[in-house]
């Protein structure tokens, strides 16, 4: 399977605890970006990075979250001391990053995130 | 700033009649590209079919259409001979063109059921 690849499917945590989410993009991608869904609600976007670096961060919480694109290895967003409100479902998307159609954003199936 | 507007929050169709959902937009940028998604019951996004802001035609993927109009800035998906299996949510996205901004700003979504 070729596409996007997130793991786990399903997390679930009590208040206080750590989640962490994985995310390995299509072949030859190197652009990677995360989104949260709420409820009956639209994607919104958190955080787009590239290898090794963070490129636009502006739709990440200033505390708990943060997120990595090692040069090796999957993408990683990592929820500290989560709360109630963190229950969501989380997409990774990757794309190639060049510009036009080539820039479209394939999604992997989610982490849905439940946080006792 | 970005926005998609979808002001249909649910649609009811009966199979094999064409099915148009809207999608609005406002932006600054004369340059951007414009996407819509399928998130079936299931949860994945997937990609339907892209539109670019210079582009001269309105794009085409099998029975999925975009009917672009860009002096009303809309972007409505039509989709011809709908299937029991186009029952989902669809999401009208859009990205500005300007380097960097690769984030994809996504619409509330539309729920569309088939009927037999």
């Known amino acids: 399977n070729a596409g996007v690849m997130q793991n786990p499917r399903h997390l679930v945590r009590r208040r206080g605890q750590e989640a962490r989410l994985r995310c390995s993009p299509m072949?030859?991608?190197?652009?990677v970006y995360w989104y949260r869904q709420l409820p009956e609600e639209g994607l919104k976007f958190m955080v787009y990075l590239q290898k090794e670096n963070i490129i636009d961060e502006s739709g990440m919480p200033k505390e708990r979250f943060s997120a990595e694109f090692p040069k090796e290895g999957p993408s990683i967003l990592r929820i500290q001391q989560v709360v109630r409100g963190d229950s969501a479902a989380y997409f990774c998307?990757?794309?190639?990053?060049?510009?036009?159609?080539?820039?479209?954003?394939?999604f992997g199936p989610g982490t849905r995130l439940t946080v006792l | 700033a970005q926005k998609i507007t979808q002001t249909q929050p649910g649609m009811f169709v009966q199979e094999k009649e064409a099915v148009t959902l809207d999608c609005t937009y406002d932006?600054?940028?004369?340059?951007?590209?414009l996407f819509w998604y399928k998130q079936p019951s299931s949860g994945e996004m997937i990609f339907l079919i892209y539109?670019?802001?210079?582009?001269?035609q309105n794009a085409t993927e099998g029975r999925y259409s975009l009917n672009f109009q860009k002096a009303r800035k809309s972007a409505n998906l039509v989709i011809s001979a709908s299937q029991l299996g186009d029952s989902a949510m669809y999401f009208c996205?859009?990205?500005?063109?300007?380097?960097?901004?690769?984030?994809?700003?996504f619409g509330q979504g539309t729920r569309l059921t088939i009927n037999p």
């Open positions: 072949k030859g991608h190197s652009h």
């Open positions: 539109q670019g802001s210079y582009d001269q």
């Open positions: 998307a990757s794309s190639l990053g060049q510009g036009g159609r080539a820039d479209t954003q394939y």
């Open positions: 932006t600054s940028d004369p340059s951007y590209g």
């Open positions: 996205a859009m990205r500005e063109g300007r380097k960097g901004a690769q984030k994809l700003v």
